[in-house]
């Protein structure tokens, strides 16, 4: 069994911007955030969402993306297969997809604030949560 990483990573889905990842570096430098076009070579590039998701769960990395519609529904088929997903942080609808600044500031804050320390296995959280 290959050791898990001591903090989780982040994994921003193909639908979200390399701008957003850079903005999220810009607020803070050493923020552990990876596009998928930069996370093995980008292999997971419009393949199979459950199988990212197992795969994400393997690499201890929570996807972040803004596909509300199908990522939750294909996280509960890989739970109801007995396999796991590494988490999911999903944007509401009222965060706009071209809004990098307020979509990093929302998760750089989460992270750092709240998430780090969670067990992110088969979790999913919508930002901004609610109040």
Request: with cysteine; proline share 5%.
């Amino acid at each position: 069994m290959t050791k898990r990483p001591a903090q989780p990573r982040l994994l921003a889905d193909e639908n979200t911007s390399h701008r957003f990842v850079s903005a999220c570096a810009r607020l803070l430098r050493d923020f552990p955030i990876v596009h998928i076009a930069r996370w093995q070579d980008g292999s997971w590039l419009g393949l199979d969402d459950a199988a990212l998701l197992m795969s994400c769960a393997e690499a201890s990395l929570v996807l972040v993306a803004f596909d509300r519609a199908t990522l939750p529904w294909h996280a509960g088929q890989v739970l109801r297969a007995g396999e796991s997903h590494g988490g999911l942080i999903l944007f509401r609808r009222t965060v706009r997809s071209a809004n990098y600044g307020e979509q990093a500031r929302l998760l750089t804050e989460f992270w750092f604030n709240e998430s780090r320390a969670w067990d992110w296995m088969n979790r999913i959280v919508y930002l901004p949560k609610s109040p």
